[in-house]
């Protein structure tokens, strides 16, 4: 691989970021983000504009009661949330998920979601889809992997698709992922 000196500082910029966000979270729950301080890391992070949380505690308190009852890993669910959403309740991709965990509308509607807005119930159909593919692949990273690409994808590969979107998807969750354990 040749390294290219504007690529490093992007992935450098990019780790530092996640550091950032990762400090503001504690996995036992025990510390809660500060909601300005939050937004200022997300508006840094390049989301563009301050990502707006209505609440930062009821969030956490949902990400933890989600790891909780589908038995995840809370650092695995943040570190997902985080790459998918950087944290942003309201956020949209231009394929049209939305969300924390960015879910697609029909996936939404499959796990009962009926405000994929609302961060709660998409805390919980993402934990519940996330749950459901660790249970089908039995190894996080094949159900991150399938998360982005679809467990079809995951399947037809024997692994870890070889889609570049995907591959690259896999990385920064498990960098999200230790960063935050780094963080505790």
């Known amino acids: ?16 970021r996640v550091r950032a966000l990762a400090a503001r979270f504690e996995p036992d729950g025990a510390r809660r983000p500060d909601a300005s301080a939050f937004r200022t890391a997300l508006a840094r992070a390049g989301r563009g504009e301050e990502a707006t949380l209505r609440s930062p505690s009821a969030i956490e308190r949902a990400i933890a009661d989600a790891a909780r009852d589908e038995r995840l890993d809370p650092v695995l669910l943040r570190a997902v949330i985080h790459v998918e959403s950087g944290g942003d309740p309201h956020a949209r991709s231009a394929a049209g998920a939305v969300g924390l965990m960015q879910l697609m509308p029909g996936t939404a509607r499959d796990l009962g ?4 807005l609302d961060p709660v119930q998409n ?12 249970d089908r692949f039995g190894d996080p990273r094949l159900a991150v992997a399938a998360y982005n690409a679809g467990p079809g994808a995951v399947e037809r590969a024997g692994g870890i698709p070889a889609i570049a979107e995907t591959r690259t ?6 960098r999200a992922a230790a960063a935050l354990r780094g963080a505790s």
């Not at 979601?113 to 994929?116: A, L, M």
């Not at 998807?169 to 498990?174: C, D, I, K, W």
């Open 123 to 134: 805390v919980r159909g993402g934990a519940a889809y996330l749950r459901s593919l660790l």
């Open 113 to 116: 979601v009926t405000d994929p």
């Open 1 to 16: 691989m040749i390294a290219v000196p504007a690529i490093d500082r992007c992935t450098d910029a990019v780790d530092a």
């Open 169 to 174: 998807y896999v990385e920064r969750v498990g």
